[in-house]
């Protein structure tokens, strides 16, 4: 097969045809290759931490389907639980005894789950529009908090100053949400507690909830400042508001636990997607019991989904779950994610090249700029152009990255000593041209 993983003939011809019937020719605007340049290869099939496009390359993939993929594609084990699932029927809408299972594993493993409740949800978009009106029904109150920078998903209160790819595609907001749809999202820097608490002034007793990443990734991979998310628990619990986790990303991944148990501060409420439900749409949100019993049909925070904890979807998730619990993969994933770092920063500064390489378990980024990232307006001090150079290079030389600054990378349990290599040996021919270029 061949490494050069720019879109090809068959790829090209489908992306046309695509674009003709999808908008922008994606289902999703950060599948775009806009801010890099070029057209998007169309993927065929993954395995391990492959996947394969519609042109016959073979990749190495650092974007594991945006983050799911912990244990690497099409995991076998995973795969027959799916397949045995959907021998039974595909959905019933409808109460389930697998349903409780996962229920009862999720809240063993997450620390503010423990001894609380969970509702599963399709999306982690869901998961946290559901989590902050639970918020805002269970405090009464209606304004609420998140960073700049912090993609929390598409719903009309969160997209403002949103990330991953409404910066991407520089759009500041978006159309169609109105004013008043924002009028209770109040802004600041992420890694900025003393802003956190200069909001809580202004504004004493009005705010719901603060929803945070604990660790940034619509950003990039942007890690917590010692002390950032203690003083945060501190605020909320000053005030009276809600902590929210979104872990939609960190879930299971920066340790089994979230990165609640890596960092060991509880929220109030919990966000999840991506690994939990081992790479098929699903979300949760859960925590407290007294603030989860405020949710319909218990109390009088309404919220549902019809297709909410489908079979399949649990059977992903649930089976997901129990391996990562079974073989506790998490420290040789990590560890492999440090290699692969340290790798890229001895190539760039071999180089001449500025780079600043951020990690944090298995999720990883590097920005083309000097000086740490800490925040929303750090990232964007990277050399956009140069990156998009790096990711035409890098995806020609077999090395599948997200085609965007702003966007973290993801390793996973398949990814072994020759995909290291290999990625390694291009980032060295790409760095070299880089600085050759100026």
């Given at each position: 097969?061949?490494?050069?993983?720019?879109?090809?003939?068959?790829?090209?011809?489908?992306?046309?045809?695509?674009?003709?019937v999808?908008?922008?020719?994606?289902?999703?605007?950060?599948?775009?290759?806009?801010?890099?340049?070029?057209?998007?290869?169309?993927?065929?099939?993954?395995?391990?931490?492959?996947?394969?496009?519609?042109?016959?390359?073979?990749?190495?993939?650092?974007?594991?389907?945006?983050?799911?993929?912990?244990?690497?594609?099409?995991?076998?084990?995973?795969?027959?639980?799916?397949?045995?699932?959907?021998?039974?029927?595909?959905?019933?809408?409808?109460?389930?005894?697998?349903?409780?299972?996962?229920?009862?594993?999720?809240c063993?493993?997450?620390?503010?789950?423990?001894?609380?409740?969970?509702?599963?949800?399709?999306?982690?978009?869901?998961?946290?529009?559901?989590?902050?009106?639970?918020?805002?029904?269970y405090t009464?109150?209606?304004?609420?908090?998140?960073?700049?920078?912090?993609?929390?998903?598409h719903?009309?209160?969160?997209?403002?100053?949103?990330?991953?790819?409404?910066?991407?595609?520089?759009?500041?907001?978006?159309?169609?949400?109105?004013?008043?749809?924002?009028?209770?999202?109040?802004?600041?820097?992420?890694?900025?507690?003393?802003?956190?608490?200069?909001?809580?002034?202004?504004?004493?007793?009005?705010?719901?909830?603060i929803?945070?990443?604990?660790?940034?990734?619509?950003?990039?991979?942007?890690?917590?400042?010692?002390?950032?998310l203690?003083?945060?628990?501190?605020l909320?619990?000053?005030?009276?508001?809600?902590?929210?986790?979104?872990?939609?990303?960190?879930?299971?991944?920066?340790?089994?636990?979230?990165?609640?148990?890596?960092?060991?501060?509880?929220?109030?409420?919990?966000?999840?997607?991506?690994?939990?439900?081992?790479?098929?749409?699903?979300?949760?949100?859960?925590?407290?019991?007294?603030?989860?019993?405020?949710?319909?049909?218990?109390?009088p925070?309404?919220q549902?989904?019809?297709?909410?904890?489908?079979?399949?979807?649990?059977?992903?998730?649930?089976?997901?779950l129990?391996?990562?619990?079974?073989?506790?993969?998490?420290?040789?994933?990590?560890?492999?994610?440090?290699?692969?770092?340290?790798?890229?920063?001895?190539?760039?500064?071999a180089?001449?090249?500025?780079?600043?390489?951020?990690?944090?378990?298995?999720?990883?980024?590097?920005?083309?700029?000097?000086?740490e990232?800490?925040?929303?307006?750090?990232?964007?001090?990277?050399?956009?152009?140069?990156?998009?150079?790096?990711?035409?290079?890098?995806?020609?030389?077999?090395?599948?990255?997200?085609?965007?600054?702003?966007?973290?990378?993801?390793?996973?349990?398949?990814?072994?000593?020759a995909?290291?290599?290999?990625?390694?040996?291009?980032?060295?021919?790409?760095?070299?041209?880089?600085?050759?270029?100026?």
């Amino acid at each position: 097969m061949s490494k050069d993983g720019r879109a090809g003939a068959r790829s090209k011809e489908l992306f046309a045809a695509a674009s003709k019937v999808i908008p922008g020719g994606v289902n999703s605007p950060v599948r775009a290759f806009k801010s890099v340049g070029g057209e998007p290869p169309f993927i065929r099939k993954a395995t391990g931490c492959h996947v394969i496009t519609e042109d016959g390359a073979a990749l190495v993939d650092y974007v594991g389907s945006w983050g799911p993929a912990l244990l690497g594609h099409a995991h076998p084990e995973v795969v027959d639980a799916v397949c045995r699932a959907a021998r039974d029927g595909l959905s019933f809408g409808a109460a389930t005894a697998a349903e409780v299972d996962f229920a009862e594993l999720i809240c063993s493993l997450v620390p503010s789950l423990r001894g609380g409740m969970v509702r599963l949800v399709s999306s982690g978009t869901e998961a946290t529009m559901s989590a902050l009106r639970l918020a805002r029904g269970y405090t009464g109150r209606s304004k609420i908090i998140k960073c700049e920078g912090g993609y929390h998903g598409h719903a009309d209160m969160l997209l403002v100053a949103a990330g991953s790819g409404a910066a991407t595609l520089g759009i500041p907001g978006s159309a169609g949400v109105p004013g008043e749809a924002v009028r209770d999202t109040l802004l600041v820097p992420y890694n900025d507690a003393e802003a956190v608490a200069a909001r809580f002034a202004e504004h004493p007793g009005e705010i719901a909830a603060i929803i945070v990443e604990p660790v940034a990734g619509n950003m990039g991979c942007v890690p917590p400042r010692p002390g950032y998310l203690e003083r945060l628990r501190s605020l909320c619990t000053e005030h009276g508001a809600v902590l929210i986790f979104d872990e939609v990303m960190t879930g299971f991944r920066v340790a089994l636990g979230g990165a609640q148990e890596r960092f060991g501060i509880t929220p109030d409420l919990t966000c999840l997607g991506k690994i939990v439900g081992g790479g098929m749409p699903v979300g949760a949100y859960g925590g407290r019991r007294e603030i989860m019993e405020k949710i319909a049909p218990l109390g009088p925070v309404y919220q549902a989904g019809t297709l909410s904890g489908n079979p399949l979807s649990v059977a992903a998730g649930l089976k997901t779950l129990e391996l990562l619990e079974r073989d506790k993969p998490h420290a040789a994933i990590e560890a492999a994610t440090t290699k692969l770092c340290a790798g890229l920063a001895e190539s760039a500064a071999a180089a001449g090249v500025a780079w600043t390489g951020t990690q944090v378990g298995s999720m990883f980024s590097g920005f083309f700029c000097t000086g740490e990232v800490w925040n929303y307006v750090d990232a964007q001090g990277s050399d956009l152009e140069r990156f998009a150079r790096w990711h035409g290079e890098m995806l020609a030389r077999g090395v599948y990255l997200a085609p965007s600054q702003f966007e973290a990378g993801f390793m996973s349990a398949a990814h072994d000593e020759a995909a290291i290599e290999q990625t390694l040996t291009a980032a060295a021919e790409v760095f070299a041209l880089l600085a050759a270029a100026g």
